[in-house]
């Protein structure tokens, strides 16, 4: 059962273009959603993240757009980079039923930045 | 920012071996975990470890894998015995007692079972 889907699989944009990846989930009791940034041969590193009371967080570059009713929401890059170019894995956590929550992370999207 | 080291970073062993991997978790983090991740796909959770016990796995921690953490130094998962299907990156992430959610991952043990 995959509790947590991202789409699109891979996604390939122009430099300077805006990147969004998607991530759904099933879990009602989810309550925390970070996304992890990889590249190739390192551990994943937390790029964003956040929590079910809100339906935006922004950093810089980096903005996630969250629907607790539909269940999805969306990492957008704007301004996109060749170093942007990494695997992204949306991930999910109920941060608030325990203190051992573990993270379930979807399948990841591969982006590629062309400049 | 925090670092979480793993060690080996590759090894490569015959099935049926027992193979141990090593994390040193972030300094004053309470909790453990160790993921799998195949061929650069979805990280899978394994298992976590908090005050000297496993809290919570998932059925990929086979009764051939365990963990421990003696004495505050390395986290570890052993498998033994190893077989061809435990081919993975295995990544061990560790978090602080706040309950923040945010895990901080190593950069991963590549075992490649023959």
């Known amino acids: 059962q995959q509790q947590v889907r991202q789409s699109p699989q891979s996604l390939t944009v122009w430099e300077g273009e805006t990147a969004i990846l998607n991530c759904s989930y099933e879990?009602?009791?989810?309550?925390?959603f970070p996304w992890y940034q990889q590249f190739p041969g390192e551990g994943p590193a937390l790029l964003i993240a956040i929590r079910s009371v809100s339906d935006k967080k922004e950093d810089g570059r980096f903005t996630i757009f969250f629907n607790k009713r539909e269940k999805k929401l969306s990492l957008h890059i704007t301004d996109s980079q060749p170093g942007d170019s990494a695997t992204y894995f949306c991930?999910?956590?109920?941060?608030?039923?325990?203190?051992?929550?573990?993270?379930?992370f979807g399948q990841g999207t591969s982006l590629s930045v062309v400049p | 920012g925090p670092k979480v080291l793993q060690i080996p970073s590759h090894q490569i062993i015959d099935m049926g071996q027992m193979v141990t991997l090593n994390c040193d978790p972030v300094s004053n983090h309470l909790y453990f975990y160790w993921y799998k991740q195949i061929l650069g796909q979805q990280m899978e959770f394994l298992v976590n470890?908090?005050?000297?016990?496993?809290?919570?796995k998932s059925k990929l921690f086979k009764d051939q894998f365990s963990v421990e953490r003696p004495d505050g130094s390395y986290f570890t998962l052993k498998i033994q015995p190893t077989a061809l299907e435990d081919s993975a990156v295995y990544f061990c992430?560790?978090?602080?007692?706040?309950?923040?959610?945010?895990?901080?991952f190593g950069e991963g043990s590549k075992l490649t079972v023959l």
């Open positions: 991930a999910a956590s109920g941060i608030a039923s325990s203190s051992f929550s573990k993270l379930v």
């Open positions: 470890f908090y005050n000297g016990k496993v809290m919570e």
């Open positions: 879990n009602s009791a989810f309550d925390y």
């Open positions: 992430a560790s978090r602080s007692g706040t309950n923040t959610g945010q895990l901080y």
